[in-house]
């Protein structure tokens, strides 16, 4: 039977709209991260853990009270902002199934770029984000690097996300599709292996990102931090939800789910995918440091969500729209995170 699934209401603190920037989206709803840190004492010991207390970021929202709320959907998506003063603009991108709505700079008309999308996210824009280190964020590095490989191995899992549970030790996958969740989780146990044999097979059309993935997660060796994520995939200590959703729920949204039902709130700093977090599981999983992509305004891109609604509050709230840069072929791209350096020491 299909499950549903929504989404907390929106209810983000509300910002100066002259603040565009996420990070100043933290306010006193934040909690602690001993608040769920304390339910894992068995891995308090772990270089993992201890990489958590040094960097002392450990931070996360609330969840939030109240009731879901059934949004009304619509397709009529806000083309102009009311609040004109922000310097930002609702802006939409493509039609049908690939229709995205951003908020971007209302001055990006006067750009003198060919194409509506450099236009909207210009060389050098703080919107469009490059090639950046993580360092610092070395469990996510490691969950980027596996959700590559196994985007390999699934490639109609249209996304894949993956999140490292501490107090369990175990890995979450998760695709878009639930048919594709059920192959995921056939072979779970198995997956380092298949991984390994995957690599051995990659095709030159695989260079860049897609083999220096694997080859960072299979050969260089993985830092401290990561060894707790490399120890669970290599013992095949790997979930994969399989509930039924009445759409294709986006991946991190269906590990919510299933954390939700294990008692557990998702923490940001232990998960990581192919593409960077929509707008609408910005909202629905509360990542509020992270850098989300425009809204998909589609059945299953919003779903829970009234679209108009929740681009209204975002840009309201100072919430800015982003892409990557695509540093090989020079180009705005949507559907994925930015790359990971390659730098010797990353
Ligand atoms: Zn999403």
Redesign the pocket.
């Known amino acids: 039977m299909a499950k549903r699934y929504l989404p907390p209401p929106i209810h983000f603190p509300v910002l100066q709209a002259k603040h565009a920037e996420t990070s100043t989206l933290r306010s006193s709803t934040l909690v602690p991260p001993t608040k769920y840190l304390s339910k894992s004492p068995s891995s308090s010991s772990t270089a993992l853990q201890k990489a958590i207390n040094k960097n002392g970021c450990h931070r996360a929202l609330s969840s939030h009270a109240g009731q879901p709320q059934h949004a009304q959907r619509s397709t009529n998506i806000i083309q102009r902002s009311s609040l004109p003063t922000s310097g930002k603009e609702i802006v939409s991108y493509g039609a049908n199934q690939s229709l995205t709505v951003h908020i971007v700079n209302s001055d990006w008309k006067k750009s003198k770029e060919k194409n509506k999308i450099d236009k909207m996210y210009p060389t050098g824009s703080s919107q469009l984000s490059v090639a950046r280190s993580y360092a610092g964020e070395r469990p996510r590095q490691i969950l980027r690097w596996l959700s590559t490989a196994v985007f390999k191995i699934f490639p109609n899992s249209v996304e894949i996300q993956c999140y490292f549970d501490i107090s369990s030790g175990k890995i979450y996958i998760s695709s878009n599709v639930t048919s594709i969740n059920k192959k995921i989780s056939s072979c779970s146990s198995g997956l380092f292996k298949i991984i390994g044999e995957i690599h051995g097979s990659l095709s030159e059309e695989d260079a860049g990102r897609t083999s220096r993935h694997f080859r960072k997660l299979l050969i260089r060796g993985v830092y401290k931090e990561q060894t707790d994520i490399m120890d669970a995939l290599k013992n095949g200590d790997i979930v994969v939800p399989l509930d039924d959703h009445s759409v294709d729920l986006?991946a991190?949204?269906r590990i919510a789910a299933m954390l939700k039902e294990q008692g557990k709130v998702l923490d940001p700093q232990f998960l990581a995918g192919v593409k960077r977090?929509?707008m609408?599981?910005f909202y629905a999983l509360n990542l509020i440091n992270s850098r989300p992509g425009p809204l998909w305004p589609s059945k299953p891109?919003s779903f829970g969500y009234d679209p108009e609604k929740l681009m209204k509050h975002a840009y309201e709230n100072g919430v800015i729209s982003y892409a990557a840069l695509d540093r090989f072929n020079r180009t705005v791209v949507l559907d994925h995170d930015s790359d990971s350096e390659s730098d010797k020491d990353d």
């Open positions: 986006h991190e949204r977090p929509c609408a599981c891109g």
